[in-house]
Nanobody, 123 residues
Framework: VQLQASGGGLVQAGGSLRLSCPTS??????MGWFRQAPGKEREFVAA????????YYADSVKGRFTVSRDNTKNTVYLQMNSLKPEDTAVYYC???????????????????WGQGTLVTVSS
C-alpha cells in the first residue's frame, strides 16, 4: 500500500486547507490522519472507515476539520477550516487493515504510513 499526503502549505490563521491522500493496493479498513509538531509526539487528528464512512475526530479539531473518502478515487481528504497556529505540524495519512474502534486513535493501530505534508499556520 502506497500513501502520499499532499496539500499542505502556509496559511494565515482562520484560513483553510484541504489535504489529500490517494491510496493504492489492498483493501483498507480505516484511514487516519495524524500530525506531529516539532518536539511533540505524533497525535491523532481524524479517521474514517472506508466501508461505512464513519468518522472520528480529536477533540482539538472537532467542528473545524472534516475527514472524508472518495471510494471511486481511492482517496481520503482532510478539510481543515478555521486553522489556528497550534495546528502547525507535519500531517500524515495512515491506513489500517483492521477495524478496531477502541484503538483507532493509536498510531500503532495503523499498518501503513505515507510521507507527511507540512501545514504552517501563521498568526
Amino acid at each position: 500500500v502506497q500513501l502520499q499526503a499532499s496539500g499542505g502549505g502556509l496559511v494565515q490563521a482562520g484560513g483553510s486547507l484541504r489535504l489529500s491522500c490517494p491510496t493504492s493496493g489492498r483493501t483498507l479498513s480505516i484511514m487516519g490522519w495524524f500530525r506531529q509538531a516539532p518536539g511533540k509526539e505524533r497525535e491523532f487528528v481524524a479517521a474514517v472507515r472506508w466501508s461505512a464512512g464513519s468518522t472520528y475526530y480529536a477533540d482539538s479539531v472537532k467542528g473545524r476539520f472534516t475527514v472524508s473518502r472518495d471510494n471511486t478515487k481511492n482517496t481520503v481528504y482532510l478539510q481543515m477550516n478555521s486553522l489556528k497556529p497550534e495546528d502547525t505540524a507535519v500531517y500524515y495519512c495512515a491506513a489500517s487493515l483492521r477495524g478496531i474502534t477502541s484503538t483507532i486513535r493509536l498510531p500503532s493501530s495503523y499498518n501503513y504510513w505515507g510521507q507527511g505534508t507540512l501545514v504552517t499556520v501563521s498568526s
